[in-house]
């Protein structure tokens, strides 16, 4: 009798230190530690009946990734990765394009509109300056006929 009372004693006292695992407060410290130690920043972890969350906000996928791997210690049963990505910075502007500018500049003097100033940006050709009313239409002829994106025309007609 005394052995199959030890016996059942042993098994609870197994069963009970079994289901007893590191507390929530343990696991989230032993995430935050291993996101720290592996140099993942800008996460933040919440450990909840053992299932990690990851939130905040990462420079990309891979970084992203890697704080999923990273939470993943002993005693973590699921890890959910609601981790979202920085925007990307938005593209620098194109450069001003020479082949237009100088084609431009070429055929602008062939025809003899003198005093025509032109600056191309992303497409975009600027014509500023003072040409001769009898020349006028035939600059922007030549202007347009360019294969220029936009043309922001800024000439003035002059004598």
């Known amino acids: ?66 704080a999923e791997a990273s939470a993943k210690v002993e005693g973590i049963k699921s890890v959910v990765n609601s981790l979202t990505l920085k925007a990307l910075p938005p593209p620098p502007p194109a450069p001003a394009d020479p082949m237009l500018k100088g084609k431009l500049d070429e055929n602008l003097k062939k025809a003899g509109c003198t005093g025509v100033t032109i600056a191309v940006t992303a497409g975009t050709v600027t014509a500023t300056g003072t040409v001769p009313d009898a020349k006028y239409v035939e600059c922007i002829q030549i202007i347009n006929q360019s294969g220029l994106g936009k043309l922001d025309n800024k000439l003035v007609r002059g004598k």
């Open 1 to 66: 009798m005394k052995i199959k009372y030890l016996t059942v004693l042993t098994l609870a006292a197994a069963l009970f230190m079994s289901a007893c695992g590191k507390s929530d407060a343990d696991l989230q410290k032993a995430v935050t530690d291993k996101l720290a130690a592996d140099n993942v920043t800008g996460v933040t972890a919440v450990v909840k009946d053992g299932v990690a969350t990851l939130t905040g906000e990462v420079a990309d996928i891979t970084v992203k990734n890697k």
